[in-house]
């Protein structure tokens, strides 16, 4: 697989099986460092196994994943868990909160765990908090807050570390139409300014217009051509260069 110079994170070979059940067959993907790819298509093509096997939380059964010059694929379970409390965040479609914890205190629990100062990590999370325009409620349980402000809050988490790479599996799912597009907006613009990579999850288009290029999956398999946002897959440049049966060669960059 020919990666560019600057792809952070690449896949060749995905192959991955739920109880017998094929959900990742012959996957490849390479994004670059800075971009905010999305993976579409409808429920159960694979995007959330996918998401999986790139940030390590999943081992693909064959096939490779490339993290910033580290096989992913090989690391022992303590290697690949130090990995993403490290250079990686996750948000998925519920927040996750421990109702116990203050949200300061849940959004600094990633800078925590990597060993920061009690004080250097509530400074980090309350900034973070304040950026998304949740920091009045840093001292408040998340009972507290409605479900887009936790998603807020979720976000927050997956950002104060500074990762590498944020993973978002269906983000807005949970939430009504006008709260989807702020959280999606805000999520994007916050990566944007600190040069984030997100690789974004969703079965739904308009989710997938946020970001710099989109991939699809159907049945656990790429299909069409990689295309920027807004574009329906198939329709991309000639620059594209499908392989068989209408699928992207490993050799292309999402």
Not at 69 to 97: C, D, K, N, Q
């Amino acid at each position: 697989m020919v990666t560019a110079p600057d792809d952070l994170l690449w896949a060749r070979g995905l192959h991955y099986e739920h109880e017998g059940t094929p959900a990742l067959r012959d996957v490849c993907l390479s994004v670059r460092a800075g971009e905010i790819v999305s993976v579409t298509g409808p429920r159960g093509s694979g995007k959330s196994t996918l998401l999986g096997c790139l940030s390590g939380r999943l081992v693909p059964g064959r096939g490779e994943v490339w993290f910033d010059g580290l096989p992913v694929h090989t690391l022992t379970a303590s290697a690949r868990e130090r990995l993403r409390r490290g250079r990686f965040g996750w948000i998925g479609s519920e927040p996750h909160l421990l109702p116990e914890l203050t949200v300061w205190e849940n959004t600094a629990l990633p800078l925590l765990l990597s060993g920061a100062g009690r004080r250097e990590a509530r400074r980090r999370a309350c900034e973070w908090l304040e950026r998304l325009d949740v920091g009045d409620f840093a001292r408040s349980r998340p009972g507290a807050l409605v479900q887009a402000q936790r998603q807020r809050v979720a976000i927050a988490r997956a950002l104060a570390h500074s990762p590498s790479v944020v993973f978002a599996d269906e983000p807005t799912a949970r939430l009504h139409q006008g709260e989807r597009a702020q959280v999606l907006r805000t999520l994007t613009t916050a990566a944007r300014s600190h040069r984030i990579t997100v690789v974004l999850a969703s079965h739904d288009a308009r989710v997938a217009g946020v970001a710099d290029r989109s991939a699809v999956l159907v049945d656990g398999r790429r299909v069409g051509e990689d295309a920027p946002s807004g574009v329906p897959a198939g329709t991309a440049g000639p620059s594209a260069g499908p392989g068989p049966e209408g699928r992207t060669e490993c050799s292309l960059s999402v």
